[in-house]
């Protein structure tokens, strides 16, 4: 693909959940889905075979990667670099080549795959909300200010942030069609706490696939937040606190 | 055991035991402390400080990750997907792990423990990290194990005990007892190179008191300051493992050697005792055997410089015979026709005490550690700290130390100041010398007396040691004086243990480093000294 950066900022968001993860490559498109090891988060990512400029894949096959590494070596390409990623089933190895004002080839190991396959968890969502990244990101900063947990409820006008830390709280309105909060469907009032710990590492480590973001959630259900990137996708799952 | 699924009941008793594989396995996880403490921060998203606090009010890293992710779980952190972690995952996981090696395997092992750890309970991850850094500490053992299966399968201890000691592996007797009861266990046979539990034994008072116990007629034999061994010897083939029953083969080649040529059966169970020889084939202290346990790379050189010799005692199975049934005379009487070039330990038989007297005075003279009495009559019993064996040491007279920094304990003894360090008063200066630490000695009810009364003289803390003002004086047993590069008098008591606190004494009049030096080298008047470099 002509565009490095666009592959470091997958990776970007995929590690912050993930140190090892297993892509499934098909002849359509690239596939990862798996749960950080506390079982509290999941990322979602797919890549159709259109976004590339070239993409060959005669068969489905599996590749495990040490993401953290795959990281390091993606942050060394250049502006403007392109990226070719080729797989070396011989050598049990994958080539990354970087191409700018010269070329480099990295190579770095597959490892054996979990077997373990990640089910998509089946929830229905009462609410649904588009905002803008950078507003879900300041909100989700100015509650990390106070707590270390966030709460989330919508009701048909206005999406509420509550945070409340032993000494301080704060509190986020976003009206609906004014501002960060582009959109708001509500089925039904709903309400979930969620570790900001979680919130802002992945809010943070997603921010550069999308300038929108959509979350949906349902009272004391996981939240789904999903940026819509370019001939693909990019979602996040992430399981409540459920305050007693 | 009886709950379980057939499959899974082999490693619950190994997880039970507080070990990922049955004992005789060569496997080990190599995980360390730093690796579980970073994996645990990691999933329960805490910090250094975190973990910390939870170490010092728990007292171990096994606790002290329960704590926090119970912590945790308060603020009801749900998950995505509930799955219930089982057995086999945790036998999987833990093989796995036993198998990375090499570059990157720091980094394989983590994400193995994150994956185990990250589908505990907190109760799980408290025994699944005890079991991963072998610090179980439940007081459970073998013993209780083979009891534990006995009434589980309703078969009969006798039968259990004996399985467990043939095959080294109480796994495989749950596995048996369950799946096809006790005729199976009858018919587990001896595997080699599987360890068998030593016999121990108990301390006696005086040779008056051995004869009397023994029965008027008694076995003597020299007790050497060595390391117990135990040598199985399968055609070509040596092992020879330590009382912990773990393989030392490869630092002791020349015994490997000596009992593949010397010894005179193609098959043979052996106790011995490996001791470090002067020049003039006289015992050096035992801790010139432990520089064998050095870095390998060290091994050639430490092998020239401090020769070994293998003494041997005991027979427990020749020719596909086994012994441990048999009474101990008769073991020894075999043992006599095989051993061919590689000596025995002395041994006497006598009924009378001046006899045994100037058997034992041999024995110090030669600078031996004391005499082991052995009841002519009786059987092996592995595992077993009986009155059928029965020890007794030349005594070092006791020393008055004072202690000046103490340290807080793990586990149980988390609340209390358990581990001392024990100091003798210079008598030209005014200063202290630390000689000596010992958790040993002291009851509980001393124990907790002890802090609160070391608290109250303490003048400077570092993590959980706290140093105190030299005033409370203790009398201390030990077995010997070695030289140490571990503190800065250059002299260490070995085994010290306390056997009484002495409020009564006051620090000044207690034994000084002077003193300490004198009785070091007295016991160099029998033992032979490792050239010059010993002399101060």
Known sequence: ?244 | MRDVPKRDVKQVVYLLLGRPFPRWDERTLDVSWAIVSSVIKKLARVDDHTLIEALNKTGDLGAAAEEIFRERKLKKQASLIDKELTISDVARSLESIAELVGEGARERKERVLESILGQADPDEIKYLVKILLGEMRTGFNEGLMELAISRAFGVDTEVVRRASMLSGDLGEVAENAKLHGSESLRKMKFRFFRPIRPMLAQNAESLSEILETHGGRTALEFKLDGMRVQIHKLDDKVRIFSRRLTDVTSSFPEVESTVKKGLQAREAVLEGEVIAVGEDGSPLPFQYLMRRFRRIREADATLRAIPVKLFLFDLLLVDGEILIDSPYIERRERLSEIHGEIPVVEQIITEDVEHAKSFFEKAIEQGHEGIIAKNLNSTYTPGVRGKNWLKLKEVLEPLDLVIVAAEYGHGRRHKWLSDYYLAARDGEEDRFYVVGKTFKGLTDEEMSELTETLEKLAVRREGRRVHVKPEVVVEVLYNEIQRSPKYECGLALRFARISRIRYDKDPRESDTIQRVREIYEKQFEKKSRYRVEDRF
């Open chain 1, 1 to 244: 693909m002509s565009d490095a950066k666009l592959l470091k900022d997958i990776i970007v968001a995929i590690a912050t959940l993930i140190d090892e993860g297993t892509f499934e490559i098909t002849p359509e498109a690239i596939n990862l889905r798996e749960m950080d090891p506390s079982r509290v988060a999941m990322v979602d990512f797919q890549w159709s075979k259109s976004l590339f400029d070239e993409y060959n894949c005669s068969q489905p096959t599996k590749i495990c990667i040490n993401i953290t590494e795959m990281l390091k070596l993606l942050k060394r390409a250049g502006k403007g670099d392109s990226v070719e990623l080729t797989l070396d089933e011989e050598r049990r190895r994958l080539n990354i080549k970087l191409r700018g004002k010269y070329v480099r080839t990295f190579s770095m190991p597959i490892l054996e795959a979990a077997v373990e396959e990640v089910p998509t968890p089946k929830i229905t969502f009462n609410v649904k909300a588009k905002i803008t990244t950078d507003g879900i990101k300041e909100a989700i900063e100015d509650a990390a200010l106070v707590s270390d947990h966030v709460s989330i409820e919508a009701n048909e006008e206005e999406l509420i942030m509550r945070a409340e830390g032993d000494i301080m709280g704060a509190t986020i309105e976003m009206r609906k069609g004014e501002g960060a909060l582009l959109d708001l469907e509500v089925k039904e009032p709903s309400k979930a706490t969620f570790s900001l710990s979680y919130l802002s590492d992945i809010i943070k480590a997603a921010s550069a696939t999308s300038e929108i973001s959509t979350i949906e959630f349902s009272t004391d259900m996981p939240i789904k937040i999903d940026f819509p990137i370019r001939e693909g996708k990019l979602t996040y799952f992430l399981a409540p606190r459920i305050e007693a």
